[in-house]
Each structure stands twice: as C-alpha cells, then as structure tokens.
C-alpha cells in the first residue's frame, strides 16, 4: 500500500526550529521527485518547495526560501523539511506529496498523485 506519513509537527515560537520528515512505503522513492506544501487556516494549499528523485534539483516558495531547507535519505524512504526561523505566518498544516508529472510547476498540486495526511506546525508569536 502506498503511503506518505508526515511527522514532527508541534508548537514553537517565533524564530524557533523544527525537522518535518515525509516516510514513504509501497514504492520506490528513488524514482521521484516529492513535494512539501502546507495550507493555512481560511487558505489555500501553498507549494512550499521540492525536491528532485537524487535531491540535485531543489526548489523553493519565495517565502520560505534562506529558512527552509529540503533533503532526502532514500535509503530510509525519508524526505526532511527543516525549518529555521519560523514565523506566525508559517504556521499551517504541511503535507508532502508524490510528484507524478513535470508537466507545469512543481507547486501545481495537479502534478501530485499521492499525499500523506499532514502534520500541524503552529508558531506563537
């Protein structure tokens, strides 16, 4: 069964630091490129960056970019966000997602076909 489990999630203050990881099962994450998005409260999902199947290519929202850092273990099916610097506006739930195409922009959810169920970041400010 294929499945993407988000962890790492909590409540931190303003400038604080948290690692998210993405595990991945029931197919080979080596052949993939994986997303991390998040969805605020009253927002839409928000693309907040990628990472390429050897973790060579990496891309980044603008408003996050210098503070979030992407990287990938695929030996142990692992895909990392960490997170320097957050702020209250950070504060979401954040998801990682397959990417099945490379048809359009790697924050277009359209290119994405399997997704885990989340975990909750919120910032004090």
């Known amino acids: 069964q294929l499945r993407l489990v988000e962890s790492g999630g909590g409540l931190v203050q303003t400038g604080g630091s948290l690692t998210l990881s993405c595990v991945a099962s029931?197919?080979?994450?080596?052949?993939?490129?994986i997303g991390w998005f998040r969805r605020a409260p009253g927002k839409g999902r928000e693309g907040v960056g990628s990472?390429?199947?050897?973790?060579?290519?990496?891309m980044y929202a603008d408003s996050v970019k210098g503070r979030f850092t992407i990287s990938r273990e695929n030996a142990k099916k692992t895909i990392y966000l960490r997170m320097n610097g957050l702020k209250p506006e950070d504060s979401a739930v954040y998801y990682c997602?397959?990417?099945?195409?490379?048809?359009?922009?790697?924050?277009?959810?359209?290119?994405?076909?399997?997704w885990g169920q989340g975990t909750q970041v919120t910032v004090s400010s």
């Open positions: 029931g197919f080979t994450l080596d052949d993939y490129y």
């Open positions: 990472i390429s199947s050897t973790g060579s290519v990496i």
């Open positions: 997602a397959r990417r099945r195409s490379h048809d359009t922009q790697w924050y277009d959810t359209t290119e994405y076909d399997y």
